[in-house]
């Protein structure tokens, strides 16, 4: 593929693990951060040490801190910054750029109150004379592995399959091999449900549980997120894919994962605020949490799960009074889900 020039508008582990991915593959990467030391560090030292101790960083990342800067040239550009970010740094480069460019979003949420998947807010905020094209970026991918060029799979989706294959070129190498997938609604919404299970399988963790009822988690969790995700108009098969169970195992089952770690304080005793405190980083889970409760109001959809993390979040509910109420629900036959699933897909 011809060797372009690429902005990646955030410099944490995420998006920093993705211009190296870009950066292995010959591009000219801009990797933009609003913090001047930070910057610094990339472009006189070659490393991130905050989110990716002990790594190397390519000579072909280049820091910026002037956003216009970044952006000059550049047709694509990959958005990895929190969800709440996403309006406020979509208005700025609508504002910065003179060109139509292809916005990859790589960030995994939804936005409580207006239940907007991340691609709906970037349609929002940046108008359609400078909006080539929308893709998602998602999968099981810890960036702390991707850093290390350890092997790892993704999917890109967008409404228009020619742009997401553009981007599966930008980005496929030895190392990261990267799918198409038409089904934006199913990529969006497994992504960001998947780290509500996450929370969950961290606090059955720490509070001693073990395996049997992680998995029992994670496969229920599944289920949720199928459900809801039919109904918004995903297809369920999408859920049985990268986006779907791909990145729900890894990420209620890893270290790396940090809506596991919270979680995990959160089954330890810890509260909400001294949690997010000690994280550092962003939780996504705990937004989405609020949004997907909201969506299963609107849609009349179950979602057990969710709702029990949403009363240990939000409504001061002990995690084990939660999680002996979520075993102690009317007995269910399993295949149920399943069969409404299909019943929804086919009457579409």
Same mark, same amino acid.
């Given at each position: 593929m ?11 582990s995420w998006g ?16 933009? @951060? ?6 610094e560090?990339?472009?006189?030292r070659h ?8 790594i190397?960083?390519?000579?072909? #990342?280049?820091?910026y ?21 996403? !309006? ?10 003179n ?13 409580p ?5 991340i691609?709906?807010?970037?349609k ?6 400078l909006?080539?094209?929308v ?14 060029r ?5 999917t890109? @989706? @967008? ?12 980005f496929?190498n ?5 799918y ?5 609604? %199913? ?6 449900l ?11 963790d720490g509070?001693?549980? %073990?395996d049997n009822?992680?998995?029992a988690?994670i496969?229920?969790?599944l289920a949720?997120i ?9 297809n369920?098969?999408?859920f049985s894919?990268?986006a %779907? #169970?791909?990145d ?8 790396h994962? !940090?809506?596991?770690r ?7 005793g ?5 949690v997010?405190?000690n994280?550092g ?13 909201q969506?299963?109001e609107k849609?009349h959809?179950s979602?057990?799960i969710?709702n @029990? ?6 409504n001061?509910?002990d995690v ?5 109420e ?16 299909l019943d929804?897909?086919?009457n579409?």
């Open positions: 011809e060797k372009q020039k690429v902005a990646v508008i955030g410099a944490g920093t693990a993705l211009a190296m991915v870009l950066a292995d593959n010959g591009h000219e990467v801009r990797l933009w @951060s609003h913090k001047i030391e930070q910057v560090e990339i472009n006189t490393t991130n040490v905050k989110y990716l101790p002990e190397t960083l390519p000579v072909n #990342i280049v820091g801190s002037s956003l216009g800067k970044a952006l000059q040239g550049a047709k694509n550009i990959i958005l990895a910054v929190p969800t709440k970010a996403i !309006r406020e740094v979509a208005t700025k480069i609508s504002s910065e750029t060109q139509p460019v292809t916005i990859v979003h790589v960030s995994k949420g939804i936005e109150n207006t239940l907007l998947r691609s709906e807010m970037i929002e905020e940046i108008p359609a004379s909006l080539e094209d893709v998602v970026l998602s999968g099981p991918s810890h960036a702390e592995e991707v850093s290390l350890h092997p790892t799979t993704v890109v @989706s @967008s409404e228009n399959i020619s742009a997401a294959e553009k981007i599966q070129d930008l496929i030895q190392n990261f091999r990267v198409t997938n038409p089904d934006v609604i %199913g990529v969006e919404i497994g992504g960001a998947k780290n509500i299970i996450a929370l969950a399988a961290g606090m059955t509070l001693g549980y %073990g009822a992680k998995a988690l496969t229920r969790g949720e199928a459900r809801l995700g039919t109904k918004m108009g995903a369920p098969l999408t894919g990268l %779907g #169970i791909g729900l195992i890894v990420t209620c089952t890893s270290v994962s !940090r809506n596991w919270a979680g995990n304080m959160l089954g330890k810890q509260k909400l605020d001294e997010l405190e994280m980083m962003v939780v996504e889970g705990v937004r989405t949490t609020k949004a997907a409760y969506l299963a849609y959809v979602m057990p969710t @029990s993390l949403y009363n240990v979040l939000f001061n509910v084990e009074d939660a999680v002996d979520l075993m102690n629900r009317m007995k269910k036959h399993e295949m149920e889900d399943l069969v409404n699933v929804e897909r086919m579409d």
